[in-house]
């Protein structure tokens, strides 16, 4: 079963943590295998309370926008890289709590975006992290897979921007390595 472990980050900040871990059921091939349903998502967040409540209290009341949305950045949970930056909505944000996995909104296609469900590239949670007002999201994660980026690279992050000089205009320089797999073989032509 999940278990999940709700706590504040520190004593002086009020950042709540969602700690995911796996328990251990028995199965008839004689291994360990996770149930991955073990959260009942239709209580899973808590009403909306005072500053002071969001802040201070360990009830996890994520805070959607007007467009019902919630951003999550991804970042490998070893190296602490980002990886990518997406949104949630309600659903998908109770799918990645009860799958252990991140589910997106995918704002082009207005649907539910299961990572790597089309790649094989999927994301395991090992940690959700939300700000001091709830309004944002950190997933630590473990990639799998070639990469988390749909232009076939491990991070979507892989440029960085130049300062400008007093003639020119902002650049980019390349941070990141070359792409490690090949988007089209994965996705087929965009």
Known sequence: MRVYEIRKASA???ALIIRLSAGKAGSTSGGAECNLRGMDSTKAFA???SMKEIEE???FAPKFDKDGLIPAVAVDATSGEPLMLAYMNEESLKMTLDLG???YWSRSR???WHKGATSGHIQRI???RTDCDQDALILRVEQVGAGACHSGRESCFYRKIVPSTAAGN??????GPEKSFDP???YGKH
């Open 12 to 14: 002086h900040k009020s």
């Open 47 to 49: 009403p909306r309370g």
């Open 57 to 59: 209290e360990l009830d």
């Open 101 to 103: 996995e991140a589910v």
């Open 110 to 112: 207005k649907e539910i």
């Open 126 to 128: 090992v940690e959700i």
């Open 170 to 175: 902002v650049k980019l320089d390349w941070i």
């Open 184 to 186: 089209e073989a994965v």
